[in-house]
């Protein structure tokens, strides 16, 4: 078992930055895929941004592109989202997801508001 927690959301103004961590209960060495995805009540969940590989490869959703990066703490165990330039759309619920094995495995999410 794999156990996530997320922190770092909150309400903030349009324009604004926060930023999110996702605590790993195993060393992240070892897990080759992390996400964040996000999701409002009644959709679907989507893909934010994914790190992957020895190298930290990174990807992000087309609307979040160059306002938002991902990274990673190993010594830590912890990864990141750096959320800048932050719109009424980007609220949402923030989850951080991490395949391990043949599983996937989910934090219970942190809700990310932006609005004046």
């Known amino acids: 078992q794999v156990q996530l927690v997320e922190s770092g959301g909150g309400l903030v103004q349009p324009g604004g930055s926060l930023r999110l961590s996702c605590a790993v209960s195993?060393?992240?060495?070892?897990?080759?895929?992390m996400g964040w995805y996000r999701q409002a009540p009644g959709k679907e969940r989507d893909l934010v941004a994914t790190i992957t590989g020895i190298r930290g490869s990174t990807s992000y959703g087309d609307s979040v592109k160059g306002r938002f990066t991902i990274s990673r703490d190993i010594d830590k165990n912890t990864v990141f989202l750096q959320m800048n330039s932050l719109k009424p759309e980007d609220t949402d619920v923030y989850y951080c997801?991490?395949?391990?094995?043949?599983?996937?495995?989910w934090g219970r999410g942190t809700q990310v508001t932006v609005s004046s």
């Open positions: 195993k060393s992240i060495l070892s897990i080759n895929f």
């Open positions: 997801c991490v395949g391990v094995g043949a599983g996937d495995y």
